[in-house]
């Protein structure tokens, strides 16, 4: 437990030597899903007031999901779109380096005190998007801190096309007339 408490902490501090071991220890796995599913239960009781309890298990559940489809994406563009010479990984390499770079995302518990919501999440999303572009770097063996940035861009803007497609379908048909 010390062990993943110290790569917790090592990981928020944004520590490239964090996410090299975490990408080389196969054993680490469980310990990825472990932050990630922290962080977003610490997402899901700051905003308890708006998103409810059901609004938690949902958002757990969706966070999972979203972890193993962005390191995929992740592991696509970088190795096969963007790769430098020595770019060389696999998809549980990703895996383990993105879980991990969701640690900064447990201060979302912080954001159930009134008032502060807003600033907690924002800097936690900062936090968290330059967590994974050291998470990437690291992982993909890159030399340029740029090029995981360009990695991170362009998996973030085919997410949301993807989500904005998958809404339209799928809430475009609520509002249909019965």
Not at 42 to 64: D, K, P, Q
Not at 71 to 96: D, M, V
């Amino acid at each position: 437990m010390t062990d993943f408490k110290n790569r917790i902490i090592r990981a928020a501090k944004l520590d490239p030597n964090l996410y090299e071991e975490v990408e080389a220890d196969e054993g680490a796995m469980r310990q990825a899903m472990g932050v990630v599913v922290l962080s977003s239960l610490a997402a899901g009781v700051g905003s308890i007031a708006s998103v409810g309890f059901v609004g938690i298990l949902t958002g757990t559940a969706f966070a999972l999901i979203g972890w193993y489809v962005w390191a995929y994406l992740t592991y696509f563009i970088g190795t096969k779109l963007l790769p430098e010479p020595q770019t060389e990984s696999n998809p549980g390499e990703l895996l383990r380096t993105i879980g991990f770079s969701s640690s900064p995302g447990l201060i979302r518990i912080f954001a159930i005190i009134p008032g502060l919501a807003g600033v907690v999440f924002l800097v936690a999303s900062i936090w968290m998007l330059v967590a994974m572009v050291i998470a990437v770097r690291q992982a993909l063996d890159y030399r340029s801190t740029w090029r995981a940035v360009g990695v991170c861009a362009i998996g973030w803007i085919i997410q949301v096309l993807v989500l904005t497609l998958f809404l339209s379908l799928f809430g475009g048909h609520a509002n249909l007339p019965a």
